[in-house]
């Protein structure tokens, strides 16, 4: 704890930031001309406990810590209401939850600051809520930003990022992801206690079983406060991962010291940190409480994981009599929406959400006994956002609802598939496609059948930011030179209707005219996307009659002053790009859609390497995506190999940290439609 912030980062104040405090307020037409932040921070009681001196809370010590609590909790469930009635989203029910220990931790902070690394480490990075109300009772950010949060430039991600907002002291994001970091915190820093804020989502990850070893082995001192509240995105884990128990596990891995307590006992609570605190290695408390204590209508659900909603938030200040706070979740705002209208494009839809549904449409088809022996589908707590969901009910016997475990389930999946007439069924966000390159490697080695469908991919639409980008998806593509049976296969279509057509050619491994085997990839974003239409504006460019067929690029539209290339979300606005270099400055730019990743298609690039240029346009890093890849496949054309005169060779992709938002993200990083056009005019010269 500090109590005067260091000059490093411009603070995240109207004064110190003016111009943006304004764009920000202005996202809000300026409806809030007389606001006032509904919350007194100087309420918050500079509590200082010694941990080493003080057995029990005196009744004065547990009226102002409880008094903190509830501060903390009311603010909590304020701004991060507001990202949801803006439209971004977020997360409120775990930072809610784990305010009691913030604050008991804060006052050990306090009174002994040489004893502790005196930082909030949360290995589950969504509950970035903690990390940004601390920042500002630290005197980073002014109060009247934290109602941004979440919003796109407002330096407020969903995610804590070192480095892009003051006051935020680590990075995290990805479940499970920091106890090993802390451990080496713990090495750096001998003789001091770090506290670890921990999940029961976190410890279902394979991470955190080798840093609870190491740990042990090496008499660390850690000290985890883990929020078990029994609760995870697609429902209750004492439900569906029978056998799964947070204190058992840490117990299994030699923690001596593992303490379970009421977390919403506070005198309790306080007890078992107190006795990990003083002991000598790593050390854990489990406290166990419903989700959202408190808030009427989400606790003890998977509601209370995300953002609460407007409807549930004033009804819970108007119990407290916060004026203010109702006032301002009462404004009628608009839910943020990128502004653009794009040329030739139809009605948007989700193709995560497709992806689904037609994967029902086949399950259902096929006889159930055969469904039951050669189909497993198995979850890693994000059916609902990767549309698998919709197949839990109707196929019990093939769906296995699991936990947060990519690695394991995947392993799970392809060992299912070894026999070559069965196949596993795998999903997650595209983001955690990294986490499994090496158990790819030994599926792809064991000739395993793995049907993949990762959403959330590329960058739009993606307010959790940088650590949930699905930018490297080409990292699965990590075989030798395969044979074409066994090949790992990547698919990334550009539409709705796409998207059905790709999951209906890729999914059955044996149907008439064809077959599939090995790994097969299929990848969709977050965001809605618009039908592709064609020249004439009004008709599908993939209607009922498009057979998708694996490893062909498709001509969009033909150029003769060159090429782009681009696939997923980044075609459409490529298309838009196209269509207004044609209408508005006379430039003959040709797309083609390359949904096959990883495949070479000899036409097209004979095509492409003859033309004046091509340009790849992508939501994909620019150092590990497709333009990482085009330009030496054009060298490797026969057109070039005979010495043709080579196109010129550009490309545009994600390549720097997110900028927080939704569909701001495609604009920061550069792949919107004028950025684009911008890209191609310095080519055409």
């Given amino acids: 704890m500090t109590d005067s912030p260091p000059s490093s980062i411009p603070l995240l104040t109207p004064e110190a930031r003016p111009e943006l405090y304004a764009q920000l307020r202005a996202s809000l037409l300026n409806s809030d001309a007389d606001y006032t932040f509904p919350f007194d921070l100087t309420s918050y009681h ?50 809610y939850d784990t305010a ?63 480095g892009l907002t003051p006051g935020i002291k ?26 670890l804020l921990g999940s029961d989502g976190s410890q ?76 000598d290695g790593p050390a854990a408390v489990v406290a166990k409480r419903s989700m959202a204590p408190g808030i009427h209508g989400v606790e003890g659900t998977s509601g209370g994981h995300d953002a609460v909603a407007a409807k549930t938030s004033i009804p819970y200040f108007e119990a407290r009599k916060n004026v203010d706070a109702v006032k301002y979740l009462e404004l009628d705002t608009v839910k943020t929406k990128d502004p653009k209208v794009y040329k030739h494009a139809g009605a948007f839809n989700a193709m995560r959400k497709t992806v689904g549904s037609t994967l029902l449409s086949i399950l259902s088809q096929m006889d159930p006994q055969q469904l039951t022996d050669t189909i497993k589908i198995i979850d890693s707590d994000l059916g609902g956002s990767t549309g698998f969901s919709q197949l839990q009910s109707p196929f ?50 064991n000739r395993s059948n793995v049907w993949c469908h990762f959403s959330h991919s590329g960058v739009d639409d993606m307010s959790d930011n940088t650590c949930h980008f699905g930018i490297n998806a080409l990292f699965a593509d990590n075989g030798i030179e395969e044979n074409d049976e066994y090949a790992t296969k990547l698919y990334f279509p550009g539409d709705v209707n796409q998207a059905k057509a790709v999951v209906e050619r890729t999914f059955p491994l044996i149907s008439d005219g064809f077959t599939n085997a090995g790994i097969r990839m299929v990848f969709t974003t977050r965001s809605k996307t618009p039908l592709i239409l064609k020249p004439d504006g009004v008709t599908p460019h993939y209607g009922e009659d498009y057979v998708f067929q694996p490893g062909k690029d498709e001509l969009i539209r033909e150029g003769n002053d060159g090429y782009i290339v681009s696939f997923g979300d980044a075609l459409y606005r490529s298309l838009d790009a196209v269509e207004t270099l044609r209408t508005e400055h006379k430039f003959d730019v040709g797309l083609v859609n390359k949904p096959s990743l990883n495949v070479i298609d000899p036409a097209m690039m004979e095509k492409l390497a003859a033309a004046k240029f091509v340009l790849v346009v992508e939501s994909f890093s620019t150092k590990t995506g497709l333009g990482s890849k085009f330009g030496t496949w054009l060298l490797m054309t026969q057109h070039a190999q005979n010495g043709g005169a080579l196109c010129k060779y550009g490309q545009v992709g994600t390549h720097t940290e997110g900028g927080g938002g939704l569909w701001e993200q495609a604009y920061h990083q550069g792949f919107d439609s004028l950025s684009i056009q911008d890209k191609v005019k310095t080519m055409v010269g």
């Fill in 46 to 95: 500079k509590l200082s406990i010694d941990p080493f001196t003080t057995e029990t809370l005196t009744p004065e010590q547990l009226t102002l810590l409880t008094s903190n609590i509830a501060l903390c909790r009311d603010i909590i469930v304020y701004f991060t209401s507001c990202g949801n009635a803006s439209g971004y989203g977020g997360h409120t029910g775990g930072a």
């Fill in 100 to 162: 009691p220990e913030v604050c008991i931790y804060d006052a050990f902070f306090r009174a002994c600051p040489n004893d502790f690394v005196p930082v909030f480490y949360d290995e589950a990075g969504h509950r970035v809520a903690t990390q940004y109300l601390m920042a500002a009772l630290e005197g980073f950010i002014a109060p009247e930003f934290l109602r941004f949060y979440r919003k796109g430039g407002s330096l407020l991600p969903g995610h804590p990022e070192l």
């Fill in 170 to 195: 680590f990075s995290s994001g990805r479940l499970g992801h920091l106890w090993g970091t802390v451990n080496g915190l713990a090495l750096a820093n001998p003789g001091k206690r770090i506290l």
């Fill in 204 to 279: 279902m990850e394979g991470n955190n079983a080798e840093s609870a070893r190491l740990a042990v082995a090496q008499n660390l001192w850690v000290k985890l406060v883990v929020d078990d509240n029994n609760v995870t995105i697609t429902g209750h884990p004492g439900e569906y991962l029978g056998g799964f128990s947070v204190e058992g596990t840490l117990g299994g891995h030699g923690m001596t010291c593992v303490k379970v307590c009421d977390g919403e006992n506070i005198p309790e609570l306080y007890q078992a940190i107190r006795e990990t605190v003083l002991f």
């Fill in 396 to 445: 019990p016997s093939s769906y296995i609802q699991s936990g947060v475990m990519e690695r394991g389930n995947f392993s799970a999946c392809a060992g299912f598939g070894m026999h070559p007439n069965k196949q596993g069924v795998f999903s997650t966000f595209c983001a955690f496609l990294e986490m499994l390159c090496s158990e790819i490697t030994m599926a792809r080695l």
